[in-house]
């Protein structure tokens, strides 16, 4: 019965989230629902269109090379316009008519979503704060040796070659994740990972 009774409080709690997300983001359902769309790959052409357009713009990044004070400024600056323009351009561009209910659906979806993934953020920081009052040491160990492996990493690799690689797989990991591709590739390596273990156990053995 309490664990009935939490997952109850569970939804409610995320149903209250999601309805507060949509009013806040109502502005930018149209955004919302369109890059929806294209990061599930509803059409061949997105992940192309994905891929090429993160390319085209790492690719001017690289050619102006900006400082980082004027990337930093010119990043927000252009934040401020789109956060300003593209809402009221879509309003007044598209007819009332044009928000369906399956565009309702899709705005919905996208707001539960936003809200589960903040909750499992949220989850995350509460889980690492309890690690560090409980243990201390394995909290400092883990925080340690993981920002060491990233400080390593960062120096393998030049900064703007890893945020390419960053931006494009979060982009493209929806999709790829909606198509099964992703689940095929974890599924295939979890398999060798288990082949791997049972020779080594015949071996024992």
Same mark, same amino acid.
């Given at each position: ?7 109850? $409080? ?11 997300? +949509?009013? &806040?983001?109502?502005?930018? @359902?149209? %955004? =919302?629902?369109?890059? +929806? ?7 061949? %052409? ?8 993160? $390319?085209?713009?790492f690719l001017v990044i690289y050619w102006l090379d ?8 010119? #990043?927000?600056m252009t934040l401020c316009v789109v956060d300003f *323009?593209?809402?009221?351009?879509? $309003?007044? #561009?598209? $007819? ?8 309702? &659906?899709? #705005?919905?979806?996208?707001?539960? &979503?936003?809200?589960? =993934? ?6 995350? @920081? *509460? ?10 040491? %394995?909290?400092?160990?883990? /925080?340690?040796?993981?920002?060491? /492996?990233?400080?390593?990493?960062? +120096?393998? #690799?030049?900064? *703007? ?5 960053? %931006? ?11 198509? @099964? ?9 979890? !398999? ?8 080594? !156990?015949?071996k024992r053995e």
């Amino acid at each position: 019965m309490a664990t009935a009774g939490m997952e109850i $409080s569970k939804e409610n709690l995320l149903a209250a989230e999601t309805a507060r997300l +949509e009013e &806040q983001l109502q502005r930018w @359902g149209d %955004v =919302l629902v369109a890059a +929806e769309r294209a990061l599930r790959w509803e059409k061949p %052409v997105y992940p192309v269109a994905i891929a090429g357009a993160v $390319s085209l713009l790492f690719l001017v990044i690289y050619w102006l090379d900006p400082s980082l004070l004027t990337g930093v400024s010119t #990043f927000v600056m252009t934040l401020c316009v789109v956060d300003f *323009l593209l809402p009221t351009l879509t $309003s007044k #561009f598209l $007819s009332p008519n044009h928000w369906t209910t399956d565009k309702q &659906q899709h #705005f919905n979806d996208v707001c539960k &979503q936003l809200a589960n =993934l903040r909750r499992r953020l949220y989850g995350w @920081g *509460l889980r690492l704060q309890d690690l560090r009052e409980e243990k201390p040491l %394995v909290y400092l160990a883990t /925080v340690t040796v993981g920002l060491l /492996v990233l400080a390593w990493i960062g +120096e393998q #690799f030049h900064n *703007l070659l890893l945020t390419y690689m960053l %931006v494009m797989s979060l982009l493209l990991l929806p999709g790829l994740n909606r198509h @099964g591709v992703l689940s095929k590739y974890v599924g295939m390596a979890r !398999d060798r990972i288990n082949t791997l273990l049972k020779r080594k !156990d015949a071996k024992r053995e």
